[in-house]
Every structure is written in C-alpha cells, then in structure tokens.
C-alpha cells in the first residue's frame, strides 16, 4: 500500500484547511485509515481515524468538532477536514492505513505511511 498525502499549508487561527491522502497498490477489504501529527521532541498522535467497512470515524477529544474524517472509497482516498483551526494544531500530519477493522489509536498498529504534510497555525 502507498499513501500520498497533501494538502498541508499555513492558516491564520480560526481558518480551514483539509487534508487528502491517496492510497494506491495493494489494498486489503478490510481497512482502518488514520491522522497522526507530530511536533518536534514529541511522539507521534493519534488525530483520527476511520473504519473503511463501516464509516464510522473517532477523535481524539482535542479536535472533537472541529475535524471530520471521511473516506472516498471509489478513489481510495481519505480525508481530513479542519476547522477552527488553533494554533496548537501545528503539526506535521501523516495519514496512515492498517488491516483489519480494529480501530487502533497507536501508531505501531498502523503498517503503512505516508509521507507528512506541514500544518501551520498562526495566532
């Protein structure tokens, strides 16, 4: 599996910006695909992630609101949409995909990457 993430940028506080992740090569029918972020010095986390059986998304409660993630299962390709934006969403964001339809927050569970994509929040 290839991950092709984009759509990273830089917003003032209180903007949007969303996020694409194309996945391509060998697929599995049963799929979870997943937003980490990282800052500098810190471990990658977990943002959100959905089950590609089932549509059902999950959050860490920090962006509960304000981010949604969707899938387009015709073009395999995930999504993340943010708004109001803050600047403690500053991050370089990866999207990631797995197998199976358990819905891991940890970034180990999660087989393949693709490359980070900056996010820059201006106050």
């Known amino acids: 599996v290839q991950l092709q993430a984009s759509g990273g940028g830089l917003v003032q506080a209180g903007g949007s910006l969303r996020l694409s992740c194309a996945t391509s090569?060998?697929?599995?029918?049963?799929?979870?695909m997943g937003w980490f972020r990282q800052v500098p010095g810190k471990e990658r986390e977990f943002v959100a992630a959905?089950?590609?059986?089932?549509?059902?998304?999950y959050y860490i409660d920090s962006v509960k609101g304000r981010f949604t993630i969707s899938t387009d299962n015709a073009e395999n390709t995930v999504y993340l949409q943010m708004n109001s934006l803050e600047p403690e969403d500053t991050a370089v964001y990866y999207c990631a995909y797995k197998s199976g339809n358990f819905r891991a927050t940890n970034a180990p569970a999660y087989g393949y990457w693709g490359q980070g994509t900056q996010v820059t929040v201006s106050s």
């Open positions: 959905i089950s590609g059986s089932d549509d059902n998304p």
């Open positions: 090569g060998r697929t599995f029918s049963r799929f979870v």
